[in-house]
């Protein structure tokens, strides 16, 4: 690992990798800039990966397998190649991909050379995925109480959709249903998580577009959920899961017949929020349902 | 001077129909040391061992070598016919002429010649045998039942009613197993107490059942017939002599809140407890993990109100060594509990309930007296939801098999719901309804066509909690896989028989052997059913496999029956074909030099240590000793022995190399 | 019937998955959030499958089902034998693509892929104002989301420019060499 980090072109010894992805970078750049100041706020430097590439996401997924694959290995190289031992990938959907990736690449030596060749680029396949649950728990961990200052005082529903928890034998993050971390992570931020039943079932991920209509009914089907348990805000990881939830209300509120106002914010705003950050540091602006937390 | 006797059998055409025998028995006649040779069309048949009685009688043999089929097979009637003739059995040996040559061999010369020099080895090696006696074991007439369930019970009185003693050793407080948790039973719908309890009660009086309730196997020793038993006797911290079961010390024991596992947590019970008001014996244990007395140093209330004095803090364990002649296995099972699934809620759910938690729900002696009412709030559920194959039948869980019961029991239950709460609506997710067995079928299209249980084919994916329903996902797969959604009050899963947690710790302790999924195993999955790979273990019950109470009495009664079979002799005779450590005349008295690697090869524990002392009574020299009880004469310990003091009889080394150097000598 | 045991076997070769280990106890299909909107749900897919029907088959690769798959993965997670369903899936689109029978109704659904995945070729990241663009030329809905982006400019969640990266030559070559 030391090793790694001496040859690294530009490593400074503790920095993190930083993959943004491209919803980041676009309609999702609220989340990117929460992540980036909730990580400045716990002194974590972040090294964003030069040059990089889209995930291929779902797209290339659906239509190539092998695109899919070379796509995110082009991203997993880029990081050896720039010293990275570890790196942060806040959309759940990237962190997804990436880590698949990895896996299936590690496991089948015939397939990692063919996708080598393809991108043109060496791949030794070490690298450590983190999403931003396990970012925060890895380098902040007990830390986050004592730096709440304004408490998350609000009954929030933890929303982890399909990529963060699935395939659970690949991703091996928290439990297969039900997960809790960031339930305890939002506790930890003087927040009060529901039970509810809706965590981990689908929001419609790329269907957003080509099918509205099943957006609507998936998402719709969540948000009255946790409207119905006096849920005050629904946290999430994932900019595919916010935009659904978020920026389809109105498609939403039409399939469900009702006008549900409820805001649908990052794990990483909360957060920023709890620990004194201001609505306008962490984007709360951004959202298409105003979310206003007194 | 050898005088031998070769006896070729053509098994009627079987060996004659490429092997010459009249050629063989020819040759035979030829070698040195033979005195008689001959062939006939059937041996084994009457006139044929008579042949051999005679030559033996009239020719004075000194060693027989029957040239047939395989000594598994006809062995044992050779050397009883010698025997009848006077001559020691174990001088007579066979040579398989059939499974060896005939039969996997064409007809020519050379099949002929194969056969000549299989007789030639045989008769080389009956030059070295020696007179055998066969080995007498005496038998302890008394029989271990672990487990106090319906199988122990069974196999117990059925022992110990045709005049055996009976050892019975319980881990609870009292006997009756999981079957005094049921309320009542397929296919007839009788009251399981009511048919259980009789039972209890004649094995605790029983005059030739000692009864140890809340004890374990501690240490399992010896061979059959001769085992040796170290029994532990868990503190009850209640002197049983004195206590009279007047229950005075429950009802006022302050530590009211610890779940009842009798009750499957259902119910709450007192740190000094009887598990039930039927228990047998009916009286009470301390439990000291949850009284508090033992964890705080005060409180003592039940010593205060108990009127005899019996309470008594200070009894530790103790340890009771039996001998005894056989040994019942009959632990039982388990059933996964409901935090086993993740897709239905971890355990989280109050009225998601395991079958056998149902079933004390429905039994009059359970927590609610017999009616069905939501855990959580009490209400009566008037929508429920059985799940079958909960975890069987789901290798991704580690459970590939069928629990077999299950299909049964929801049945059951659903059926005893229908009739508890009549404006009730019951469905089932099954993925195949399993009712192999008398009136099984017949009961199960009761509970659809009378009862109105609604069967639904498929498997639940998930469920989850809202507004105090349980929405129930499901499939209907005879609806071309159309979604279900179901708004239960109460879901009953069907979980998985599983094996119990010590089970694998006692299966090591009594060497005997057990499956994947820690059930023990039989000796032969048709053919010895009750018995293990132990001589003198016998096995019955779920703990061998998830069995109903028919299938587990069934079951007890033959462990049973072959424990009075065992038992039915003073003594055990066994083949003498043992390893024996030589002995000579002092002052070397045996070969063996005392490294005792034979006793760290051997896999029986056959191997003990001798003393052998002068007259002082100073030990001389500690030399190996086989126990001819425990030797399967395996011959490992031979091949480890650097002194060459150790021999298998009846397969000696001597013996081995005469037969390979008739070969040899061509 | 026709019984093509040869697809079946070149099914199982890609995907690693024996259709036969499937029970059909349904509850992939139970868990499955799009199956309601599926023509075949996916223990009928499965089904369909085990029967080796070279017509059931082609109905599957010109089915919905396969573009209504999400792979959120529920069915895999849950299916007591864990058959690779979503692997399946994938299978079955890369083939009904290849063959060019891509159910009619379904052809928003791969026209919003393609159009993804043409922005990600030629910029190497998503750009979002040309994926909307390249959709609605694919598929002639022109008024659709209208309101949308105007909003998402003003939030500041629609750069009008791509970023483009300095290796669009290697992910060019990417999509080269992973063309079908």
């Known amino acids: 690992m030391s090793e790694q980090i001496i040859n690294s072109p530009c490593g400074v010894k503790g920095t993190i990798g930083f993959y943004p992805g491209c919803s980041l970078k676009g309609s999702s750049s609220e989340y990117a800039q929460s992540v980036l100041a909730v990580a400045k706020a716990f002194d974590i430097e972040l090294q964003e990966i030069q040059d990089w590439n889209c995930c291929g996401s779902t797209a290339a997924h659906n239509l190539n397998k092998e695109l899919a694959l070379s796509l995110s290995a082009r991203i997993l190289a880029l990081s050896e190649k720039q010293g990275l031992t570890e790196v942060v990938v806040p959309c759940a959907a990237c962190y997804n991909r990436l880590t698949v990736t990895q896996h299936e690449l590690n496991n089948d030596a015939a397939l990692k050379q063919r996708v080598c060749d393809i991108i043109d680029m060496p791949i030794k396949g070490n690298l450590q995925i983190l999403n931003v649950m396990q970012m925060i728990d890895k380098y902040v961990a007990d830390r986050l109480e004592e ?32 997960p809790q971390s960031m339930d305890i992570l939002m506790k930890r931020s003087g927040a009060e998580p529901i039970e509810w039943g809706f965590k981990t079932e689908c ?92 | 001077m050898s005088k031998i006797g070769v006896f070729i059998c053509h098994c009627g055409e079987n060996i004659s129909a490429t092997v010459d025998c009249e050629r063989v028995a020819a040759e035979a006649g030829k070698m040195d040391g033979v005195e008689f040779a001959t062939d006939y069309k059937y041996m084994c048949s009457d006139p044929g061992q008579t042949l051999i009685k005679n030559a033996i009688k009239e020719k004075g043999l000194t060693g027989v070598v029957v040239g047939a089929c395989s000594p598994r097979m006809h062995e044992p009637t050779f050397r ?18 059939r499974e060896h040559c005939s039969w996997v061999h064409e007809k020519n010369e050379q099949t002929t010649e194969k056969a000549i020099d299989l007789v030639k080895m045989l008769v080389e090696k009956v030059k070295k045998n020696k007179p055998l006696n066969a080995i007498k074991v005496p038998i302890t007439k008394k029989a271990l039942v672990i487990g106090g369930g319906i199988a122990g019970i069974q196999a117990a009185l059925d022992i110990a009613n045709a005049g055996q003693q009976v050892i019975m050793v319980e881990k609870e407080p009292s006997i009756g197993g999981h079957m005094s948790q049921l309320s009542e039973t397929f296919p007839t719908l009788d009251c399981s107490q009511c048919i259980l309890t009789p039972r ?158 149902f079933e004390r729900l429905a039994s009059a002696s359970g927590p609610t007296l017999g009616e069905i009412r939501r855990p959580s709030d009490g209400k009566v559920p008037k929508k429920i939801v059985f799940i079958a194959c909960s975890g069987s039948r789901d290798p991704a ?76 996902k499901g499939a209907d797969t005879l609806l071309g896989s159309k979604p279900v959604e179901i708004e239960a009050d109460m879901v009953v899963l069907a979980t998985a028989g599983v094996s119990n947690p010590g089970a694998e710790e006692l299966a090591q302790k009594m060497h005997v052997s057990y499956d994947a999924y820690k059930f023990f195993a039989e000796a032969h999955p048709k053919l010895k059913p009750v018995e293990t790979n132990t001589a003198g273990i016998f096995l019955c019950g779920a703990c061998q496999a998830p069995k109903d109470i028919p299938e587990t009495v069934g079951m007890a009664s033959g462990a049973a029956a072959k424990v009075i079979g065992l038992f039915s002799n003073n003594e055990l005779t066994r083949e003498p074909l043992i390893a024996v450590v030589n002995r000579s005349a002092p002052p070397v008295f045996s070969t063996c030099v005392g490294c005792f690697m034979c006793q760290t090869a051997c896999p029986y524990n056959a191997i003990e240590r001798e003393e052998i002392k002068g007259r002082d009574g100073s030990v001389i020299k500690t030399v190996a000793k086989v126990n001819p009880g425990l030797c399967q004469g395996c011959g490992t310990c031979v091949a480890f022995c650097r002194s060459k003091a150790i021999d298998i009889q009846g397969f000696s080394n001597e013996q081995m190399f005469a037969e390979v150097m008739a070969l040899m000598n061509e | 019937m026709i019984n093509n045991q040869k697809s079946i076997h070149e099914l199982q070769l890609h995907t690693g998955v024996n259709v036969n280990r499937c029970y059909q106890c349904g509850k992939c299909t139970a868990g499955c959030q799009l199956a309601d909107e599926m023509d075949f749900p996916p223990s009928m897919v499965m089904h369909m499958l085990q029967t080796k029907d070279e017509e059931l088959l082609q109905q599957l690769l010109n089915s919905k089902t396969i573009w209504l798959c999400i792979s959120c993965q529920n069915c895999i ?101 992973t063309a079908p």
Request: contains cysteine; positive net charge.
């Open chain 2, 200 to 357: 209890m009660v004649e094995v605790a009086q029983h005059p030739n059942i000692t009864l140890y309730t809340y004890a374990e196997l501690e240490h399992l020793d010896g061979f059959i017939g001769n085992f040796k038993a170290t029994i532990r006797l868990k503190a009850k911290s209640v002197d049983y002599k004195l206590c009279t079961g007047c229950g005075a010390c429950t009802t006022k024991c302050p530590n009211k809140k610890i779940p009842s596992e009798f009750n499957e947590g259902l119910g709450m019970r007192t740190a000094i407890y009887t598990p039930f008001p039927q228990a047998v014996p009916n009286k009470p244990v301390i439990d000291r993990a949850n009284c508090t007395y033992y964890q705080k140093g005060k409180c003592k209330v039940c010593e205060k109100v108990c009127p005899t004095g019996a309470i008594q803090y200070d009894l530790p364990d103790q340890f009771i060594t039996e001998d005894i002649g056989a040994v019942v296995i009959a632990t039982g099972f388990n059933v996964l509990k409901t935090d086993f699934f993740p897709e239905y809620g971890y355990g989280k759910y109050a009225d998601v309930l395991t079958g056998l938690q």
């Open chain 3, 77 to 177: 997670e849950r299916c007591p034998m864990s058959i690779d369903i979503p692997h399946i899936m994938d299978y079955l689109r890369e083939k009904s693509a290849g063959e060019h029978k891509i159910n009619r109704q379904s052809r928003d659904i791969v026209a919003f892929h393609r159009a993804f995945l043409d922005s990600i070729k030629y910029t190497g990241r998503l750009y979002e104002i040309g994926l909307v663009a390249g959709y609605k030329a694919r598929t002639f809905h022109l008024t659709q989301d209208v309101v949308l982006a105007p909003k998402m400019y003003a939030k500041g969640k629609l750069p009008l420019v791509p970023e483009m990266i300095k290796g669009t030559r290697n992910i060019k070559g990417i999509f080269r060499k």
């Open chain 2, 80 to 97: 009883k016919a010698c025997a009848e003739a006077g001559l020691n059995p174990y001088l007579c040996e066979m040579s398989n002429l």
């Open chain 2, 397 to 472: 869980k580690g459970i590939p098999y069928c629990s077999k019961i299950c299909c049964m029991y929801t049945a059951k239950h659903a059926m005893l719901y229908q009739h508890k709460v009549h404006d009730g609506e019951s469905y089932v997710f099954y993925m195949d309804i399993r009712a192999g067995g008398k009136n099984y079928e017949e009961f199960v299209r009761r509970a659809i066509e009378d009862d109105g249980v609604n069967y639904i084919r498929g498997r639940v994916a998930r469920i989850y909690e809202k507004d105090g329903k349980y929405i129930v």
């Open chain 1, 203 to 294: 929001c419609g991920a790329g269907f957003s577009v080509s099918r509205t209509d099943v957006v609507a009914k998936l998402s719709g089907n969540i948000v009255k959920d946790a409207a119905d348990r006096g849920a005050e805000a629904i946290i999430v990881a994932c900019p595919m899961c916010q935009s659904n939830l978020d920026m389809r209300r109105p498609q939403i509120n039409e399939y469900l017949k009702q006008k549900i106002d409820i805001p649908v914010i990052y794990i990483t705003q909360a957060i920023g929020l709890a620990v004194g950050l201001s609505p306008k540091e962490v984007g709360l602006q951004k959202h298409f349902v105003p979310a206003q937390f007194a």
């Open chain 1, 147 to 178: 730096k709440v200052t304004t408490p998350f005082g609000h009954k929030v529903a933890c929303y982890y959709g399909c990529l963060l928890v699935r395939p659970h034998n690949i991703l091996q993050f928290d439990r297969l249903e039900d």
